[in-house]
C-alpha cells in the first residue's frame, strides 16, 4: 500500500530564505508524485507533479522538487521565501496504472517571517 | 467560472439531519473523488467514482453516500449526520495523468 510522510507539521522560515519541505513516500510500483498547495479559505491548488520525465520538477510560483528514487523522497524547495508562500502544502502519491488513488500527507503549514 | 464547483460552501446542520453536498464540473472527466479533510490528518477519500456506472468506496466510507448523476454531477450524502463528521469537504476530479483538479470545499458543521 501506498503511503506518504511530511516531516514536520509547521515550518516557520524567514521571508529571503529558503524553504525546504520534506516528504517521503512508500510505493510498490513507479510513482507519481504530487505537491499541492491550500491558502486559507481556498481548495488546494497543483504546485508540480512528477510522472517520469525529468527527476527534477518546477512548478509555479517558484518551487521545485526533486524525485530521488534511492531515498524515496520528493522534497520540495524554493529558494527565497516570499510572504505570500505562506499556506499548507501537502505531498500526495498514486501508483500508475493502479486508479488515480492519491493518497496524501498529513501537511505541512509553512509560516514565513518578516 | 470555476472548473469544480461545490454548494453549498459552507452548511450547519443538527445531529441525525440528512444531508446532501454537491458537486459539479465542466472539465469533462469521467474521475470524481469526494474527500473530507481534518486538521492533521489531511485529506481522506470517501468515494470515488470512475464513471457515471462505477462507484467505489474509499477509506472512510462508513455514514456517506454517493450518487452519480451524470458525468458532470457527483453529490455527497450523510443519511444521519452525526457531530464528528463535522469537517471541511472537497470534491475533485483527475485527468488522464492522475492530476487532481479541487472544488472550494465545502465546511460542514453538525451541532
Known amino acids: 500500500a501506498q503511503s506518504v510522510t511530511q516531516l514536520g507539521s509547521h515550518v516557520s522560515v524567514s521571508e529571503g530564505a529558503l524553504v525546504l519541505l520534506r516528504c517521503n513516500y512508500s510505493?510498490?510500483?513507479?510513482?507519481?508524485l504530487f505537491w499541492y498547495v491550500q491558502y486559507p479559505n481556498q481548495g488546494l491548488q497543483l504546485l508540480l507533479k512528477y510522472t517520469s520525465a525529468a527527476t527534477l520538477v518546477k512548478g509555479i510560483n517558484g518551487f521545485e522538487a526533486e524525485f530521488k528514487k534511492s531515498e524515496t523522497s520528493f522534497h520540495l524547495t524554493k529558494p527565497s521565501a516570499h510572504m505570500s508562500d505562506a499556506a499548507e502544502y501537502f505531498c500526495a502519491v498514486s501508483e500508475r496504472g493502479y486508479g488515480n488513488k492519491l493518497v496524501f500527507g498529513a501537511g505541512t503549514i509553512l509560516r514565513v517571517k518578516s | 467560472d470555476a472548473d469544480v464547483t461545490q454548494t453549498p460552501r459552507n452548511r450547519i446542520t443538527k445531529t441525525g439531519k440528512r444531508i446532501m453536498l454537491e458537486c459539479s464540473q465542466t472539465k469533462g472527466h469521467d474521475r470524481m473523488y469526494w474527500y473530507r479533510q481534518d486538521p492533521g490528518l489531511g485529506l481522506q477519500l470517501i468515494y470515488y467514482s470512475f464513471d457515471v456506472k462505477d462507484i467505489n468506496k474509499g477509506e472512510i466510507s462508513d455514514g456517506y453516500s454517493v450518487s452519480r448523476q451524470a458525468q458532470a454531477k457527483f453529490s455527497l450524502s450523510l443519511e444521519s449526520a452525526i457531530p464528528n463528521q463535522t469537517a471541511l469537504y472537497f470534491c475533485a476530479t483527475s485527468d488522464q495523468t492522475d492530476t487532481q483538479y479541487f472544488g472550494p470545499g465545502t465546511r460542514l458543521t453538525v451541532l
Open positions: 510505493s510498490s510500483v513507479p510513482p507519481y
